[in-house]
């Protein structure tokens, strides 16, 4: 039973994660490999503010939304500026800087060492020590982040970004200031990023930057181009898919040394397949091209 | 006194000058067309007022404010709304979505807002929705509210984004070519639009290729080639000016 709530777990911090990275991809049509880099940092500012200052989890998550937000805007004021693939390029050159330093800055991460013995939160004098009790907490933090992304994509502010999709130069036109619409954006998909990123470190109660690498952002894209992009449903199903499909593989009898190969060439397969016959993913509303 | 005022405004592209020590005015309650062979520098008058594009010499004043150099939606909250010749529609967007987007001062576009005030935001969406029905009903597209925009023929396209202009509720209204590929029939309505857009007060900035369309509708002419105006007037005075005649419409 503990390994189902586990699966469950896993699949709430990252439909946190998909739904996040969604607002960037399906709306604003931002193609952020970066995203594994905001999760890394929200982990290690929460889980490091509980370590020096003795901190409960939701003054925690507090700072590590509030740090992480404040790093995306010094990304997203130079990268934003660019346009198309060099945006892409920009957000993979931080993916790749936030790793190397989360490695290498041995003073404070501890690097490949990594924070050990991590303690689960207490809520009330509730323990959440138990896999299940944890589940439920990241489910219900998940449900509430859900909603929220809900409630910022069904607005005004939603249409714009996907407005910005479709022609920035029509928005400005508009008298909506698209930089601040894209920078925007950005901050709230990084501080959703720092939530899952929180509660990852408490399910698994270890971090090191292995966690957090540019593979990590593309795994996250491709539950968006796979499950859909630009509403709810299919972000949702992305992961539940992705997610699973390992835990599938290992119940029909694929030898450990096989599996994680054989995982990679079949999301690298479905992407392809999606992408020729689908490019709206399963249940998505708007088509890569 | 003039609304909207280009003073001694000059643009060069690659050493190419698109325009030249160009002064005009534009006046409300009026029509005021830019009329000239194409490549002549109009579109590029129309991009250094909002903004797109920043001129090399002079400045342009709207309202009596200097605003050189702002970006364009500074420009465009200043109250000068922007008809692209070439539509510019959120192609995967619905025909009503294009039209609310264009609402200026949404609550729900701060997302902290949309978020703490949803209230005060459905009532505003219900009340935008209503008053994007009479637009899209003005246009004849009320029946194609819920169509994505890219499933919209040319002319459709057209007039989606004239209904998306007025939208904004600017106080000038910089139109690049309105009626080119409008249907025939539905050109009359679409001027008669325009007079009385000007006739309620606004400042209309017009680019037309169409003769008829601009001494119809239009109560003053610039008539301009090779980034220079070279005439103005009436526009039966600039279309019977001898240059004008001789380049432009060939007799």
């Known amino acids: 039973m503990n390994y189902l709530f586990q699966v469950l777990t896993i699949i709430s911090i990252y439909s946190i994660l998909a739904l996040s990275l969604n607002l960037l991809i399906g709306y604003t049509g931002l193609l952020s490999l970066s995203h594994a880099a905001f999760y890394g940092i929200g982990a290690y500012i929460g889980t490091l503010s509980g370590i020096v200052f003795g901190l409960s989890f939701f003054p925690c998550l507090l700072l590590a939304i509030a740090g992480t937000v404040a790093i995306s805007f010094v990304v997203s004021l130079p990268s934003l500026r660019l346009k198309g693939d060099y945006f892409v390029l920009a957000s993979l050159s931080f993916q790749t800087i936030v790793f190397v330093v989360l490695y290498n800055w041995i003073a404070v991460t501890r690097g490949p060492f990594g924070l050990t013995n991590i303690a689960r939160p207490t809520l009330f004098g509730f323990s959440l020590s138990s896999d299940f009790a944890y589940f439920v907490f990241s489910g219900i933090i998940a449900l509430a982040c859900l909603g929220l992304l809900y409630l910022i994509g069904h607005s005004p502010f939603g249409r714009l970004l996907k407005a910005v999709r479709e022609d920035e130069i029509a928005v400005s036109a508009l008298g909506k200031d698209i930089t601040r619409l894209k920078v925007t954006a950005f901050a709230i998909a990084a501080g959703f990023a720092a939530v899952a990123g929180l509660l990852f470190a408490g399910h698994v109660r270890y971090l090191d930057p292995t966690s957090f690498t540019l593979l990590e952002s593309v795994f996250v894209v491709s539950i968006i181009i796979i499950g859909g992009a630009g509403n709810v449903s299919g972000p949702l199903i992305g992961t539940v898919l992705l997610v699973t499909l390992p835990e599938v593989l290992r119940f029909v009898g694929i030898p450990y040394t096989i599996a994680p190969n054989l995982r990679q060439i079949i999301y690298g397969l479905l992407i392809i397949l999606v992408l020729r016959f689908k490019p709206q993913g399963i249940s998505g509303e708007y088509g890569f091209e | ?251």
């Not at chain 2, 900035?205 to 119809?216: F, G, P, Q």
Request: charged residues 20%; contains cysteine; glycine residues 8%.
């Open chain 2, 1 to 251: 006194m003039s609304v909207l005022v280009l003073d001694h405004v000059s643009k060069a592209f690659d050493g190419i000058q698109a325009v030249k020590d160009v002064s005009l005015t534009f006046e409300h309650n009026a029509v005021t067309a830019l009329i000239g062979p194409n490549g002549a520098g109009k579109t590029t008058l129309f991009n250094l007022i909002c903004g797109f594009v920043h001129p090399d010499e002079g400045a342009i004043y709207y309202r009596g404010k200097n605003i050189t150099g702002l970006p364009p939606w500074r420009v465009t909250r200043m109250g000068i709304g922007r008809l692209f010749q070439d539509v510019h529609l959120f192609d995967r967007l619905t025909v009503r979505e294009n039209i609310l987007t264009a609402f200026q001062n949404q609550t729900g576009e701060n997302p902290l807002k949309a978020v703490l005030l949803r209230r005060r935001m459905l009532r505003e969406e219900r009340s935008h929705n209503r008053r994007a029905l009479e637009l899209l009903d003005f246009v004849g597209l009320a029946d194609k509210a819920d169509d994505l925009a890219e499933n919209l023929s040319y002319g459709q396209q057209k007039l989606l984004a004239v209904a998306r202009v007025l939208a904004v509720d600017a106080d000038t209204l910089l139109l690049d070519e309105p009626t080119a590929g409008v249907s025939p029939a539905l050109i009359p309505d679409l001027l008669d639009l325009i007079r009385k857009l000007a006739t309620s007060g606004k400042a209309i900035a017009l680019i037309e290729h169409n003769m008829n369309a601009v001494t119809n509708s239009a109560d003053r002419a610039y008539y301009i080639a090779d980034g220079e105006v070279v005439s103005h007037g009436s526009p039966n005075e600039v279309l019977g000016n001898p240059t004008v005649r001789m380049h432009y419409i060939g007799i």
